[in-house]
């Protein structure tokens, strides 16, 4: 864990926060929170200082390329350097519980849930990895898992980050999901926000690493869920159809819509259909079958 922070504050037009949560994850952000700035939207987004090089203008070329081609203002972006505590104090001062889909209500672990609440609560604590719900992609993922599992299905989360993912699918009704992260620090967070929701070890398996440990089974899953990036998918498709039997669907998101096209030639080459395509704003979620 870093001892000290980068916070960028960038403040936009509303309809470019989900491009900049996407270029900043690129950039090794930890952190995002977003509030309203009368008309625009303010984007604050962490990362560790001991990591690598602030590279603003970098940062800010892409956000420009961005705004350009949705014919938006150019974002404004600041920074200054924070310790640990205060890292973890602001950006979950703005962070807030979150309706998702018909069912969903995300709430920060440190906050009480609501009394009245009919949702399935979902707490959380992503700490340093990606997945708060803000995201549109994590959104669509929710969602589509509303429609997709039944009781005592066998899920597999391919790059669970938080665990939001992983933990909504087992509130739903599935018996089981594996769950798999390159990142450590993913792992140890999905750790955490199982136990925040009373979930068993047997229930939620975690391993470090992708879609080869989860081959390790040997043993087919009911459902499958992604929400990595675009090009990364298309990677691993081949060995996720290893995973999948006659009747497994699956959930790919982390993919914007002019890469939808490729995504989905590359699942028909590899025996899945595109059953559905789910939007939000400028990303998109596919609902997938084998064929």
């Not at 707490?123 to 969602?143: I, K, M, S, Y």
């Not at 009781?151 to 790059?159: L, P, R």
């Not at 992708?210 to 990677?235: F, M, Q």
């Amino acid at each position: 864990m870093a001892n000290s922070w980068w916070e960028l504050q960038i403040l936009s037009d509303p309809d470019l926060e989900d491009s900049i949560f996407w270029r900043l994850g690129n950039f090794g952000c930890r952190g995002t929170a977003s509030e309203n700035k009368g008309d625009l939207c303010l984007v604050r987004a962490y990362l560790p200082k001991n990591q690598q090089q602030l590279d603003l203008a970098a940062i800010l070329l892409l956000l420009r390329q961005d705004a350009e081609n949705m014919g938006l203002p150019v974002p404004t972006i600041e920074s200054i350097v924070i310790d640990e505590e205060d890292w973890a104090k602001s950006w979950k001062e703005h962070w807030q519980p979150q309706e998702i889909g018909d069912r969903f209500l995300i709430n920060p672990a440190w906050l009480p849930p609501p009394e009245k609440s009919t949702r399935l609560i979902l707490r959380l604590d992503p700490g340093v990895a990606f997945g708060t719900g803000n995201h549109a992609t994590t959104q669509l993922c929710l969602e589509a898992l509303e429609t997709h599992v039944v009781e005592g299905a066998v899920v597999a989360d391919i790059g669970c980050g938080s665990g939001i993912l992983s933990i909504g699918a087992l509130l739903l009704g599935a018996s089981k999901v594996y769950a798999v992260d390159n990142d450590p620090l993913a792992v140890q967070s999905t750790y955490s926000n199982y136990e925040l929701n009373d979930i068993s070890s047997q229930r939620l398996v975690v391993q470090e690493g992708s879609v080869e440990r989860l081959l390790e089974l040997k043993e087919p899953v009911d459902g499958i869920v992604c929400n990595i990036l675009a090009e990364v998918i298309i990677s691993l498709v081949p060995q996720m159809s290893k995973l999948a039997k006659s009747t497994t669907w699956g959930i790919l998101s982390g993919i914007l819509v002019n890469q939808a096209n490729s995504v989905t030639d590359t699942l028909k080459q590899n025996g899945w259909s595109v059953a559905s395509l789910q939007r939000q704003n400028d990303w998109c979620c596919l609902n997938i079958q084998r064929s």
